[in-house]
Structures are given as C-alpha cells and as structure tokens.
C-alpha cells in the first residue's frame, strides 16, 4: 500500500472522528453534561487530519524528485 493511500484512509478515519465527536460535545452541551473528552477528540483528530495530509506533500514531493531523477 502506498503512502498517498495510507495518508488517505487516515484522513477519511480522522474526518469520520472528527465529526462523531462533534455531534457528541453538541448532544453533551445540550444535556449539561462534561465535554472535555469530545473536546479533545476533536483536537486529537484534527492533528491526525494535519499530519496525514503532510504525509501526502511529502510522498508528493518525493515523487516529482524520483520523477525528475528519471527524466
């Protein structure tokens, strides 16, 4: 498996959490109950957002490098 496709299913995973946990601090806001667990999923899901999508420049970059070696 490549790195791009890697880097794509761990941001399609971090979108998927991202969204559960923000429809868990609304529902939990709403009831009056602690939010700070949704909080942090969302911050922990944004930086595995982050971070895959460095994962796809760089894979990138290191193509157009290999592809300009070749040429």
Known sequence: ????????AGIISATQRFDKAAANTARNATNGQDILSDLVDQ???RNAFKANISVIKTADEML????????
């Open 43 to 45: 911050i922990d899901s």
């Open 1 to 8: 498996m490549s790195a791009i496709s890697t880097a794509t």
């Open 64 to 71: 157009g490098s290999l592809l300009d070696i070749k040429t």
